[in-house]
């Protein structure tokens, strides 16, 4: 069973940044597109960004376009998620997820994943 722990969350004043930081248990870490969604309280759960196996593809909700980027070290078995010019509406607990398969991107539903880390909550306040 493939493990995804989640870490680098924590509260944060707008306009800063953070580093999200997600590693996986387990082989072929670098044949997975990876993927952040978060979930606020009332909310679906929201695609955030991906990244595919090729390490140069990669994806973005056009809320967080132009502030967030997702990256990868294979040799660590880790994802990360910069985040900056961070804004009140981000708060949210953020997950990573693995795509059920190698060499295949299910897309931005949230319900395509079934590997899930156990969330990282990121406040950031005004």
């Known amino acids: 069973q493939v493990q995804l722990v989640e870490s680098g969350g924590g509260l944060v004043q707008a306009g800063g940044s953070l580093r999200l930081s997600c590693t996986v248990s387990?082989?072929?870490?670098?044949?997975?597109?990876m993927v952040w969604f978060r979930h606020s309280p009332g909310k679906e759960r929201e695609f955030v960004a991906a990244?595919?196996?090729?390490?140069?593809?990669?994806y973005y909700a056009e809320s967080v376009k132009g502030r967030f980027t997702i990256s990868r070290d294979n040799a660590k078995n880790t994802v990360y998620l910069q985040m900056d010019s961070l804004k009140p509406g981000d708060t949210a607990v953020y997950y990573c997820?693995?795509?059920?398969?190698?060499?295949?991107?299910?897309?931005?539903?949230?319900?395509?994943?079934?590997?899930w880390g156990q969330g990282t909550q990121v406040t950031v306040s005004s």
């Open positions: 997820a693995r795509d059920q398969r190698p060499f295949y991107y299910s897309g931005k539903s949230y319900t395509a994943y079934a590997d």
């Open positions: 387990g082989r072929s870490f670098a044949s997975y597109a």
């Open positions: 990244i595919l196996w090729t390490d140069i593809n990669t």
